[in-house]
């Protein structure tokens, strides 16, 4: 029997406010979670921030200069946030080994596509405003999982 091709990869890019720098991926992202933290709020000046995360392999490409900003989290772990020295856009991050050893995250808004998946995981929403509302079919967390796991499916 003849072999069936498979589907096209879909290429996204996510870039910053000047273009300047931009992150090419591969595929869809495995979670993108909608995150109440006051970390989150800060960086975005929004009530949440938008967090697709890809495994390292579906990275295709990093283009531009960067500079980067490293944090402890409530939970203790570090992040490393990486933005655009020029416009200051947080394009992408990474956390610790412990939380997500094998990828990164992305600003999902750096993406600018409207047809870009929907947040499948609500975090810290002790911190939400208390005028937001998410979709109640949307998993919600009191903090944030203790880690990130790439499900068995998808692990390359």
């Known amino acids: 029997m003849p072999e069936q091709p498979s589907a096209p990869t879909t290429e996204r890019m996510a870039q910053c406010a000047c273009g300047q720098l931009s992150v090419t991926v591969s595929g869809d992202p495995f979670i993108v979670v909608a995150c109440n933290c006051a970390a989150c709020q800060r960086r975005t000046g929004a009530p949440f921030g938008i967090g697709a995360y890809f495994q390292g392999a579906q990275i295709v490409q990093i283009s531009g200069q960067f500079r980067s900003f490293l944090r402890a989290a409530e939970s203790g772990r570090s ?30 808004g750096c993406f600018g596509d409207p047809a870009f998946p929907p947040p499948q995981l609500i975090t810290w929403n002790q911190n939400q405003a208390h005028w937001l509302e998410f979709p109640a079919a949307i998993p919600s967390m009191a903090t944030q999982p203790e880690r990130l796991e790439v499900p068995p499916h998808l692990r390359s």
């Open 79 to 108: 992040w490393r946030f990486d933005f655009c020295p020029d416009c200051g856009s947080t394009v992408y991050w990474a956390m610790d080994k412990q939380g997500f050893k094998h990828g990164i995250g992305i600003a999902g």
